[in-house]
């Protein structure tokens, strides 16, 4: 795994708030006693956060890339398996999907709730071959990567030629208006109510630190960037009130290699 401090500032999430942890190298241990405490209501939370809609908007940007019958979806950072889920729905096919998480009370109930394949690992470091599946995801978690070279240098090294990555995200929209609107019902409604609704404050504590993760993540064109740095080829982002984006990258065909 190469050290994410090697990295310039812009090109790496910047998830060390302060409030939250000081030490980088704590960053992995952290993140999964975070999402090992989180587990039993992450799937709520999620509910509250999207207003039901979550579900449908995976699954659309699923189908934009092309996922369907007949191919294989690496699912990273797959927590709970709600992206994961999306794509066996598009697959037909739960052994052609794979989950990746670092939580082993995630990977626990995306195995009672799928039944696909899990492993414990990190985005940085896949157990897995070279050139062995079609797609590469990620459903909101590059926020909580500590280094996107290496994690877009391994989804590439996993997909096959002319393989796909599908990047879902969340940002704090530059606007002024929008993003005072993201703040007060992301910053302060949210964790309210995930609270209300897991009847546990550590839901507050979990949907405040996301907001932060948000506020302080880096923008579009960045990750695009470095994206293309990493050897991805035809790199979009659509974005969706300046606050949801879906990045797509293609890992060349060898003769472009």
Sequence with gaps: MSNAEDRP?????????????ADPVQRLAFMRALFNRSARYYDLVNLVVSLGSGAWYRRFCLRRSGVRPGVTVVDIATGTGLLAREAVTLTRDPAAVIGIDVSEAMLAIAQRNLGIALIQATAEALPLAPN????????????????LHAAFAEALRILHPGGAMVLLEVSAPRNKILRAVAAGFIGKLVPRLSQFFARDAKARLLMQYHWQTILSYIPPDVVMNVMKDCGFENVTCKSYLDLFHHYTGKKPPVEHQ
């Design 9 to 21: 500032g812009d090109a790496r999430t910047q998830l060390e708030v302060a409030a939250y942890y």
């Design 132 to 147: 062995s599946t079609d797609f590469v995801t990620m459903g909101y978690a590059l926020r909580h990567v500590a280094d």
